[in-house]
């Protein structure tokens, strides 16, 4: 079955530079400048396998169709890379920057053919110029020279990402980054790829709540015992009531509560892992408020006897104590406290 998953730290870590090329890109100029050949050293791959991990994250889309271009040309890369890397990635960039109609930074498209293990991806990475200065010094004096056509090791030169993964493993079929829209993606970068959002704004927002309740429930055990996980839940829905886009670091960060540091950080690194594996981590996208509504805010437990309980907020707000790990004799000892009961049905 596909995963939802996005790459994980340790994927990320495991990437293999198969093929790499970039051709260069300048506001002035029609077309590209193609390159036929890109030697590189050991530690200038490894700068290029930094700037593919930096970027292996984003927005989760689907293409458009069987027979979109940029689909079809990544799968006559994945499928014979030594002869038709060349020449694909020459069409990919010129249609790049065809479609860029508004006028665009000088810099490089970076096309890699990338595995890990048996997994074969498409990186295309627009990475833009950067000045950089050399200086000179004549005694006391420096002298400041500009040194032209330079990318850094910089994320901020990252301007555009899209991580293309063909095959049936997965739910999604690119990663997309784009600087200049971070939550979404720019019309023309659109077109160019010919993608739509896997997943809409709503459907991400009920996510990023049903998620963190999911993980709560399941870690119990690792939880502040102090802590219920509809309080984690709790968080969640505040955090995203009050923000107008998506950020996985921040999100996690409002998230996990807890005095003790250690168990923080064991948490923080727990939740990241389990919203990675459900394919949230890394995407940014503008919260939906409308998807928390009173059915989402509402918590629900029931018993092995079938005895509901529900409320929203805080339990302790509504003198309820359920705690997160059953006593010796595996019997969970449920405390609500109340000044009267009603008859409902």
């Known amino acids: 079955m596909p995963k939802e998953s996005v790459l994980s730290v340790a994927d990320k870590e495991a990437i293999v530079i198969e093929k790499l090329i970039f051709h260069i890109i300048l506001k002035d100029d029609v077309q590209p400048y193609f390159l036929d050949e890109l030697e590189i050293t050991k530690e200038q791959t490894k700068f290029f396998k930094d700037r593919l991990a930096d970027s292996a994250q984003g927005r989760q889309y689907i293409f458009t169709g069987e027979d979109v271009a940029v689909r079809k040309l990544a799968q006559t890369i994945i499928k014979a890379p030594d002869a038709n890397f060349i020449k694909a990635s020459k069409d990919l960039t010129d249609r790049f920057k065809t479609s860029h109609t508004s006028n ?88 160019f790829l010919s993608v739509n959002p896997r997943e809409t704004e709503s459907q991400l927002t009920s996510n990023a709540v049903s998620f963190v309740l999911k993980w709560a429930s ?27 886009t998506f950020e996985t670091d921040a999100f996690i960060k409002f998230v996990v509560r807890d005095d003790d540091s250690n ?55 509504h003198n309820i104590t359920i705690p997160n790990e059953p006593n010796n004799n595996g019997i969970y000892c449920i405390v609500i406290e109340t000044s009267d009961i009603q008859e409902i049905q």
């Open 104 to 191: 665009t930074n000088d810099g490089v498209f970076v096309i890699a053919l990338a595995s890990i293990k048996k997994r074969k991806l498409l990186f295309m990475v627009k990475l833009d110029h950067k000045k950089v200065y050399e200086y000179k010094l004549k005694g006391n004096k420096a002298l400041l020279k500009e040194v032209q056509n330079t990318f850094v090791e910089d994320k901020s030169a990252i301007q555009k990402v899209a991580l293309i993964d063909i095959s049936a493993n997965v739910v999604w079929d690119v990663l997309v980054y784009d600087r200049s829209k971070p939550s979404s993606i720019t019309d023309y970068f659109r077109n």
């Open 263 to 317: 168990r923080r950080s064991r948490l923080e690194a727990s939740l990241h892992d389990f919203l990675t594996e459900k394919g949230l981590a890394g995407q940014s996208f503008d919260v939906n408020r409308n998807a928390l509504t009173k059915k989402t805010k509402k918590n629900v437990r029931q018993t092995a006897e079938g005895v509901k309980i529900e409320w929203t907020g805080e339990p302790q707000d």
């Open 218 to 244: 399941e870690n119990r055990n690792l939880l502040d015992p102090e802590q219920e996980p509809s309080q984690y839940k709790n968080r969640a829905i505040e955090h995203l009531w009050n923000i107008d």
